[in-house]
């Protein structure tokens, strides 16, 4: 898969939610899919479970509801900056790759903050309309300091 | 336009701004141009004034020189980490993109803070010797705490 | 030289020190090299000398060995962000460069904080199996108050 196509992905995907559009969210994972957001230390230590977890569009589409829900008073923004994709390997049109992520969080008040940094473990597949989307993300957070309940899309 | 000449782009801007060449920073832009900074709240809110703003070569040199100015007793430096572009639309030679970034502030006695994350919304068009610049550069900063008369050019 | 294989490079060489596979940081070197950490006020000083440097891939991995043991009682994790390559020259088959970093620390208790923002100076050359490594890299960091002793690679 062109390194390109990956980073135009990675982009698009970051720019959804840092434009609170997350209804689009779901939209960029195959169905189904996996989605799981864990830490590094759950990974070191052979965890396989995550904090958060859903494996179709439909899961990933209740979280939003939920998110939508909850956060009537939440007043922060979010700002992904997302790195550049390593390609580990790639077989039968599926890519797998590492992405390193950060995130910060901006109150209302104007203060910012880093929330998140991490990695984003891949596979990444064409759709039927050529388009790449996610088999799998799994968001591995270097800390892990952060709400499940109402934590926006990683 | 190749995603990769506004990559470029992108990144010869941070540098110039980051290791202080703030004359060169006019250049970046067409003439006549539009140069913007706002904030996420504003554009919200539907507000069309922004906190600097700038439709001239000439405007966006008079205020590197009161930057200059200004300056003369501030010893931060700043460091940009521009993400990658999303390119929205192209037509007639110009593309609409949207870029993310981060601002990080370095104090004088080493100590660093996000200064500012955001998104630049641009319309980037090719000049007459086929290099591209930047014929409007909206910055929509997500908070709003700096002070706009010394701030550097975003 | 190929923008994209400049990316790649970077991304490689930040995935391994992150994913805290230092053993495979001296191999992303020629050598000879030249490794130096230093500091922008150093340099716009024009003081030559680094906080740290190295100049073989043997003293790169002593530094290595040196962190392993210092480490033993270090629980804390980085991240780097690495922006885009500018280049500056390439002649002879080595490429100059010029690449903005944000390391962020992340402690064992979860708190993040911005540790290191900069710039990495970068002469890059083919090695005889047509990998790109640096025959150069010069850390100029923005800020400066890591413990040399125990500072990861950069």
Redesign the interface.
């Known amino acids: 898969m062109d390194?390109?196509r990956l980073?135009?992905l990675?982009?698009?995907y970051?720019?959804a939610i840092?434009n609170e559009k997350f209804e689009e969210w779901p939209d960029f994972f195959l169905d189904p899919c996996l989605y799981k957001v864990t830490t590094?230390d759950n990974v070191a230590q052979g965890f396989e479970a995550g904090v958060i977890y859903a494996d179709s569009r439909g899961m990933l589409r209740d979280r939003v509801s939920s998110l939508r829900i909850a956060n009537i008073y939440e007043r922060q923004?979010y700002?992904?900056?997302?790195?550049?994709?390593?390609v580990l390997d790639e077989k039968d049109g599926t890519a797998e790759t590492?992405t390193?992520?950060?995130i910060?969080r901006?109150?209302r008040d104007?203060?910012?903050?880093?929330f998140?940094?991490?990695?984003y473990r891949d596979k990444v597949r064409m759709d039927a309309a050529n388009t790449p989307r996610f088999a799998e993300r799994i968001v591995v957070c270097?800390?892990?300091?952060f709400d499940t309940l109402v934590a926006i899309p990683f």
Chains 1, 2, 3 share one sequence.
């Open positions: 390194v390109s980073v135009e990675n982009a698009a970051a720019r840092d590094a923004r700002r992904h900056i997302v790195g550049l994709p390593v590492e390193p992520f950060l910060v901006i109150m104007g203060r910012m903050e880093v998140a940094t991490g990695c270097d800390g892990g300091r």
